[in-house]
């Protein structure tokens, strides 16, 4: 067995680049002989027309499929990264060594798993510094990218390479910081509300194909509370759950938004949009201050209004029931019941407004009925 067949042997097995001193090791030759066996293997690979080809890192090799070629490997290659994943190994490559308080105050709690991922794929090494982690790219990432050295500053001159080559500065800010943003369409209101402009719109609960490939990019994914299985199969981001039945409801929206994504909003806008919601709440709660009926509401949904209304309840009092009909566990809801308060299935209008028409709907059923 020649030093030829071994080295290309340890560099078909490696799948990543061997160091010459590794090289040396296994064939047990002086570096003259290894170096000398390493270039004839790749003038071999270079000069049949093969699809691998051999690579010079700088003292350290890789044999990998040629670059024309890795579009065709993509379905019988490993599974590559994520585009959100993607986005936070850039930004530890960019920014190293960074610590991991600071990368998930930019990037968001969905970066968490994005870490644990690259640090077991061997992208990433961490290690402890003060109450947090410092973060830092190791030579498999540099193999990985094609990168002759694991060097910070050599790293973070070809990520601003490729980007400027891929869309100028505004790739640059989507790779590097900024976050790309999905909704549900019932919550498109409330980037509105927050002030926030750069976001796109999906049906994440049953994505067509075309939005199945845009949700795989999202980085934060706004979506209604209780439907955080069903989404997360199609989104490797952050997944904001939202409540929308109170004005409460949208006050505690309205800041988790702001809070989670602190550079998308604008103060001004948010300020703006809590004051008067708190001042509509406060007319509705001064409208229901003659109620004297009491009511008897059939879901948790419709409890939470009448108390915020102050509205007194009473098991013999009126049924009040949502319009859904059969709720999602195939019980019947509203059989018998005198007001029915419209859901998100029969209701259009931005978040504000249909919180206002469930209010209407229960202050305007009681005008209905006297003592």
């Known amino acids: 067995m020649s030093e030829l067949e071994i080295i290309?042997?340890?560099?078909?097995?490696?799948?990543?680049?061997v160091s010459l001193e590794k090289l040396m090791k296994i064939t047990g030759k002086p570096k003259k002989d290894v170096f000398s066996a390493v270039q004839e293997l790749m003038e071999?690979?270079?000069?049949?027309?093969?699809?691998i080809e051999i690579l010079d890192l700088g003292d350290r090799y890789v044999m990998q499929v040629k670059p024309e070629y890795s579009e065709l490997m993509r379905e019988v290659a490993p599974k590559e990264l994520s585009a959100p994943k993607l986005r936070t190994l850039s930004m530890i490559?960019?920014?190293?060594?960074?610590?991991?308080?600071?990368?998930?105050?930019?990037?968001?709690?969905?970066?968490?798993?994005?870490?644990?991922d690259l640090i077991e794929r061997g992208f990433v090494e961490s290690v402890p510094s003060g109450r947090s982690r410092q973060l830092s790219t190791t030579p498999l990432f540099a193999d990985y990218f094609g990168l002759k050295r694991n060097d910070p500053e050599a790293i973070k001159e070809k990520i601003i390479e490729l980007l400027r080559s891929q869309g100028g500065q505004s790739e640059i800010n989507i790779w590097v910081g900024k976050k790309t943003i999905a909704v549900t369409p019932m919550y498109e209101s409330l980037m509105g509300m927050c002030g926030i402009k750069d976001y796109f719109v999906a049906n994440a609960y049953r994505p067509s194909k075309e939005e199945i490939s845009r949700l795989l990019e999202a980085d934060v994914?706004?979506?209604?509370?209780?439907?955080?299985?069903?989404?997360?199969?199609?989104?490797?981001?952050?997944?904001?759950?939202?409540?929308?039945?109170?004005?409460?409801?949208?006050?505690?929206?309205?800041?988790?938004?702001?809070?989670?994504?602190?550079?998308?909003?604008?103060p001004k806008m948010v300020e703006s949009t809590l004051q008067k919601i708190r001042e509509t709440r406060e007319e509705y709660v001064s409208s229901a201050f003659l109620v004297e009926r009491k009511v008897k509401p059939e879901t948790e949904m419709v409890s939470r209004i009448v108390?915020?209304?102050?509205?007194?309840?009473?098991?013999?009092?009126?049924?009040?029931?949502?319009?859904?009909?059969?709720?999602?566990?195939?019980?019947?809801?509203?059989?018998?019941?005198?007001?029915?308060?419209?859901?998100?299935?029969?209701?259009?209008?931005?978040?504000?407004?249909r919180?206002?028409?469930?209010?209407?709907?229960?202050?305007?059923g009681l005008k209905n009925f006297k003592e």
């Open 93 to 116: 490559a960019y920014h190293q060594p960074l610590l991991q308080s600071d990368l998930i105050e930019m990037r968001g709690s969905g970066a968490y798993d994005h870490i644990k």
């Open 44 to 51: 071999a690979y270079s000069s049949r027309g093969s699809g």
């Open 355 to 364: 919180v206002c028409k469930k209010y209407d709907s229960i202050l305007e």
């Open 221 to 266: 994914l706004v979506v209604t509370a209780g439907y955080l299985d069903t989404v997360r199969q199609h989104c490797d981001g952050e997944i904001l759950e939202v409540h929308s039945t109170t004005f409460e409801d949208l006050i505690e929206a309205i800041s988790l938004v702001s809070e989670e994504l602190s550079d998308e909003v604008d």
């Open 8 to 17: 290309e042997a340890a560099l078909f097995a490696a799948g990543r680049a």
């Open 307 to 353: 108390n915020d209304l102050n509205i007194r309840i009473s098991t013999d009092g009126i049924l009040v029931a949502p319009d859904y009909g059969t709720s999602g566990e195939g019980v019947n809801i509203g059989k018998g019941a005198k007001i029915l308060v419209p859901t998100h299935r029969t209701v259009d209008g931005d978040l504000l407004d």
